[in-house]
């Protein structure tokens, strides 16, 4: 059930912003969104399109990617898959190219998220961290080591 008050209204509908999509994307359940938008935002240097309760739009990078509250998915298959799943997303890494990871590292201690992995150069010529959200998506913001 959708928790959205009359007040909040997307700026775009949804089967318009749904006709817009290109290329790929990707959708995250999470139990909170308005925590889930504040890592990204502070983190990973996202900005909101548009955010509820309910729902996120995030664009990062020229791209952009979609929040939605657990409650939400209550009739979509999917919504299966997480119950009872404290650390989601597991063997997925949210890659960010183009994303400073010693900033995303500094930010996330600071924010008191955990960072699995700090900023590292790595052989495949990127600059690196692993950062753990609140739903424990592993976030990787990167950055090419110049040479």
């Known amino acids: 059930m959708k928790t959205r008050t009359p007040d909040q209204v997307p700026p775009v509908s949804a089967p318009d912003y749904g006709r817009s999509l290109r290329g790929i994307g990707f959708n995250l ?3 909170d969104v308005a925590r889930s938008v504040r890592f990204c935002t502070e983190v990973l240097g996202a900005t909101p399109f548009y955010h509820d ?3 996120a739009i995030l664009r990062l990078n020229g791209g952009e990617f979609m929040l939605h509250a657990d409650h939400t998915y209550q009739n979509n298959p999917v919504s299966g898959l997480v119950q009872g799943i404290t650390g989601r997303g597991a063997g997925v890494e949210l890659r960010i190219y183009g994303a400073h990871p010693d ?3 500094q930010a996330a201690r600071s924010g008191g998220w955990t960072v699995l992995s700090g900023s590292l150069d790595k052989p495949h010529g990127l600059r690196e961290c692993v950062i ?3 739903d424990g998506y592993a976030w990787v913001p990167g950055m090419g080591i110049k040479g």
């Open 29 to 31: 359940l999470v139990t």
């Open 53 to 55: 309760s309910d729902f």
């Open 103 to 105: 900033r995303a590292e």
């Open 132 to 134: 753990l959200d609140d």
